[in-house]
């Protein structure tokens, strides 16, 4: 009798260590794959024009996309983007796209352009900063590339993560920029 308690105390060792060897395989397997999920990067949604882009600091929404001729002569063609801009924020904004700044980048043909110069419509003047909740119609404007051949360009707009209390100084600040949304089409005007 104690021969068969002996192989019946084995077995159940077996058994047991058999399936705490699964279920840490598992829960291994599984911890992998969110790592590389979260590592993976993804494509940021699509948006159309005057859909609005919570960018953390700023929400913005594109009205239009349009490719305008020089402002003097001897210099580029323009490619202007007629925004809305709204402080989310509950003070005036100096950074409005966050600092170092991070506006909507322009790419056309795999190419990245440099970033825009922003305008106020209201003025004609240089955006210095944003008030909160008061909404203003900017125009970021860029100076087409000479080799650049008209046709789809794609927008990438980057959102701040605000976080409350940081890990470092245990104070309120802005981190991090992600894409979050890509808007892709023809400007209009183009040949």
Do not use: C
Request: without cysteine; proline residues 12%; aromatic residues 6%.
């Amino acid at each position: 009798m104690t021969e068969t308690r002996r192989t019946s105390l084995f077995r159940r060792l077996r058994l047991r260590l058999a399936a705490s060897i699964g279920v840490a395989a598992a829960v291994l397997v599984g911890l992998w794959l969110q790592v590389e999920e979260a590592r993976a990067p993804r494509d940021p949604p699509e948006v159309a024009a005057g859909e609005p882009v919570d960018l953390g600091r700023v929400e913005i929404t594109p009205l239009a996309l349009t490719l305008a001729p020089p402002r003097r002569e001897g210099e580029p063609e323009r490619l202007l983007l007629r925004a809305r801009l709204l402080n989310l924020t509950g003070e005036s904004q100096v950074a409005v796209f966050g600092f170092p700044p991070h506006p909507p980048a322009l790419a056309a043909g795999g190419v990245a352009w440099p970033e825009p110069e922003i305008t106020l419509d209201r003025d004609g003047e240089l955006l210095v900063q944003l008030h909160p909740r008061l909404a203003e119609r900017v125009t970021l404007a860029w100076q087409v590339p000479p080799d650049w051949q008209p046709g789809p360009v794609s927008l990438t707009f980057h959102r701040q993560t605000f976080k409350l209390r940081d890990n470092l100084y245990g104070k309120a600040s802005w981190l991090l920029f992600q894409p979050v949304a890509r808007m892709s089409m023809v400007p209009e005007g183009a040949p």
